[in-house]
């Protein structure tokens, strides 16, 4: 620990102190904007206290101390970790420098992915919700979602009439070819 006070208190009072400065608060702005493992951790933790509040499990009370405990902690303590691997690896400020790039930015590949995975189940279940509710206030859109020439996975209507005529033009192609 001595060492790492004294290289604080060695920057601190270099020329080079304002720029360590200006990086520390570049820092802590990009840990904060950008997504890190963290987050997707923080949100697994956050939907199962959810889903325990919802079925009554645990109250609101405990939810909300629980969900602000896990707020805080769990982005402190993936710093706190990716901190103490800078400061206990070896070699000079160099390798330190790259070895904090490449930890971090990992960790914003998986936060991003997570972010995105995240994204996506949420419009689906969205997208599933006004489903239900169009089939509950319109039970004969049923009979129109059903149908072949409608494709759910894209949302829309195929152009039966074009497949079609496509097809019967190949039929009459291969039987001509024979």
């Known amino acids: ?15 080079n102190a304002k720029g360590a400065l200006y990086a520390m ?6 840990g ?11 949100f697994k933790l956050q939907t199962g206290l ?8 645990i109250t609101a009370q405990r939810y909300w ?3 602000t405990f896990y ?3 769990v982005p402190m303590l993936y710093w706190l970790i990716i901190g103490l691997i800078i400061v206990n690896s070896k070699g000079d400020a160099e390798k330190k420098i790259k070895m904090t790039a490449v930890l971090i930015g990992g960790g914003v590949v998986v936060g991003t992915i997570f972010k995105l995975m995240q994204d996506d189940k ?3 279940t969205k997208e ?4 239900k509710h169009l089939i509950e206030k319109h039970p004969d859109v049923i009979k129109i979602l059903n149908k072949p020439e409608y494709d759910s996975i894209n949302g829309q209507f195929k152009n039966v009439t074009g497949e079609s005529l496509r097809k019967k033009h190949e039929d009459l192609k291969a039987k001509n070819e024979k």
């Open 1 to 15: 620990m001595g060492e790492f006070t004294g290289e604080i208190s060695g920057v601190a009072n270099s020329k």
């Open 65 to 67: 101390k629980l969900n």
């Open 25 to 30: 608060l570049a820092g802590l702005v990009l």
């Open 128 to 131: 599933e919700e006004e489903i």
């Open 122 to 124: 949420a419009q689906l």
């Open 71 to 73: 707020y805080y902690s």
């Open 32 to 42: 904060n904007a950008l997504p890190s493992p963290s987050d997707a951790l923080y």
């Open 50 to 57: 959810r889903n325990k509040w919802k079925k009554g499990e």
